[in-house]
């Protein structure tokens, strides 16, 4: 079984700087597609960021482009989410999760192709 924990959530402010991290167990971590997603409180989980297999290729929403990037690094089956110049409306439960077919990155953006879900990290930006 596939395990996700999250790590790095927190309270800043707007304007502010925040890392995420997402420790991956239990398959061949490099073979699989990796994404964020986010939740605000009342409404439903919506793509933030996903990184290919290789991590030769990224995708992202658009209200957070410039802003936030997602790596990884292989070698510590580790996905990370950089996000810089926070928003108020940033804020929401951050879910790192595993595609379930390796090698695969189409339809990147629905929580449907992800197999596996980490606990959720809380992230809460103030104006």
């Known amino acids: 079984q596939v395990q996700l924990v999250e790590s790095g959530g927190g309270l800043v402010q707007a304007g502010d700087s925040l890392r995420l991290s997402c420790a991956a167990s239990?398959?061949?971590?490099?073979?699989?597609?990796m994404g964020w997603f986010r939740q605000a409180p009342g409404k439903e989980r919506e793509f933030v960021a996903s990184?290919?297999?290789?991590?030769?290729?990224?995708n992202y929403v658009d209200s957070v482009k410039g802003r936030f990037t997602i790596s990884r690094d292989n070698a510590k089956n580790t996905v990370y989410l950089q996000m810089n110049s926070l928003k108020p409306e940033d804020t929401a439960v951050y879910y790192c999760?595993?595609?379930?077919?390796?090698?695969?990155?189409?339809?990147?953006?629905?929580?449907?192709?992800?197999?596996?879900w980490g606990q959720g990290t809380q992230v809460t930006v103030s104006s």
């Open positions: 990184i290919s297999w290789s991590g030769s290729s990224t």
């Open positions: 999760a595993q595609r379930g077919r390796p090698y695969s990155s189409i339809n990147y953006y629905r929580p449907s192709e992800y197999t596996f």
């Open positions: 239990g398959r061949t971590f490099s073979s699989y597609a």
